[in-house]
């Protein structure tokens, strides 16, 4: 089968590799239709992880299955299906919590916890940005889609990581109906959670980012965009809320935030945050930090460490909420949000593409293009498509 391949940093290719094939009696086997390119696939493209040269990326994917293994009861032949980035197994202390970012089963190693597709440190699994998807545990990882999951598929793809996650920001948040918000972050996890934060009644959503491209879109759906170069984020936020602050924020960048002149520093929306929240206020941090950054500009953040402002977080009883998201957590009722008409997550989407133009798009992406806010690729397009 053909898959986008990490070659080294900033370099992809689409070659052959081994098919997926069923391995347990409890695997389905996907034929991928739909896989997106996510930011943190860019932590990994740009060479800052230990993902190893020769496997294969994809972690938001979603097709019809194949084939099942003996074990499988549930999912069928036939089925349109939108797999959680997270693999889980259902049965392990953390799943039985519903916490499936934290599967102890998937993950081999014992000191760590979580797995994923096509993921650096989160187990062996190859990802979806191919033409065939090995799922462990089908039963339980699989979310079947309805009549309209093939028409539907750039909204459908959606619930394989960035709407739960965006989604899981705001709950980490505790965003409550007359809510005023703040979003550091207008990328897609970003822009997810503006939606989500809309759809929880929200009053005022406010997100912060830079690119004209990824502000407009949040106003597409009725947040006001905060342009960080042309303003102090925090005063807009302080000035928005009558000296307040926002009831609550989320974190949607991670440790690659830069400033407006391009300067690499990871604890920026961090502590933006802090000044941006409102005394007793939650913040929901979603975007990736990682326990080491060999990259990084600093020594602290080399060690995975940040200069964050503890003091004045401790004295406005702020608390924290962070980490991936338990995607089967969200994903049944966020589905039938989508079904309904209720949200409609492609409003991000800029490029759908073939399998065979991932380097490229990749390229754009990481160099944050305008215009290219989220790719989607699907492996069975003609290579000729745009």
């Known amino acids: 089968m053909k898959a986008v391949v990490y070659e080294g940093p900033r370099q992809v290719s689409v070659k052959d590799v081994p098919d997926a094939r069923i391995e347990r009696p409890t695997d389905v086997l996907v ?3 739909s896989a997106n390119i ?27 299955v194949v084939e099942v293994g003996i074990g499988v009861d549930k999912v069928q032949v036939g089925d349109w299906v939108v797999l959680p980035f997270n693999i889980s197994c259902g049965h392990c202390k953390n799943c039985e919590r519903q916490l499936t970012n934290y599967c102890l089963t998937a993950q081999p190693e014992p000191n760590m916890a979580g797995a994923a597709y096509g993921f650096a440190d989160m187990g062996p699994y190859g990802g979806g940005q191919a033409e065939l998807l090995r799922v ?31 989604y899981h920001a705001t709950e980490m948040a505790g965003v409550q109906p007359g809510d005023q918000t703040v979003i550091y972050g207008a990328g897609p996890v970003g822009l997810m959670a503006a939606l989500s934060a809309t759809i929880r009644g929200a009053s005022k959503v406010m997100v912060v980012d830079r690119h004209p491209d990824r502000l407009r879109l949040a106003e597409s759906i009725g947040a006001i965009a905060i342009d960080d170069s042309k303003a102090d984020p925090v005063q807009v936020v302080l000035d928005e809320t009558m000296g307040l ?6 974190e949607c960048v991670g440790y690659q935030a830069h400033d407006p002149d391009g300067q690499e520093q990871p604890n ?10 409102r005394f007793t206020g939650k913040i929901g941090n979603v975007g990736v930090f990682v326990p080491q950054d060999p990259g990084a500009g600093d020594e602290l953040a080399k060690q995975g460490k ?34 309904a008409g209720k949200a409609e997550p492609s409003f991000i989407v800029s490029h759908e ?17 305008e215009g290219w806010t989220k790719v989607v690729l699907h492996p069975a397009m003609a290579g000729a498509g745009a």
């Open 245 to 250: 602050g926002a009831d609550n924020g989320c």
């Open 306 to 339: 940040l200069a964050f402002d503890y003091g004045m977080f401790w004295f406005k009883g702020q608390h924290i909420g962070s980490g991936q998201a338990p995607v089967k957590k969200y994903n049944r009722q966020l589905r039938d949000l989508i079904a």
């Open 136 to 166: 462990p545990w089908g039963d339980f990882n699989c979310l079947r889609l309805g009549e309209d999951a093939e028409q539907r598929q750039t909204d459908y793809v959606m619930l394989a990581d960035i709407f739960p996650t965006g």
């Open 38 to 64: 996510c930011g943190s696939d860019l932590h990994m493209y740009e060479g800052r992880t230990d993902f190893e040269s020769g496997r294969w990326f994809g972690h938001e994917n979603m097709g019809q």
């Open 353 to 369: 593409l073939p399998l065979d133009r991932a380097p490229e798009a990749y390229e754009h992406f990481d160099k944050r293009d």
């Open 31 to 33: 034929r991928i239709t």
């Open 268 to 277: 920026l929306t961090m502590n933006r945050l802090v000044a941006s929240v």
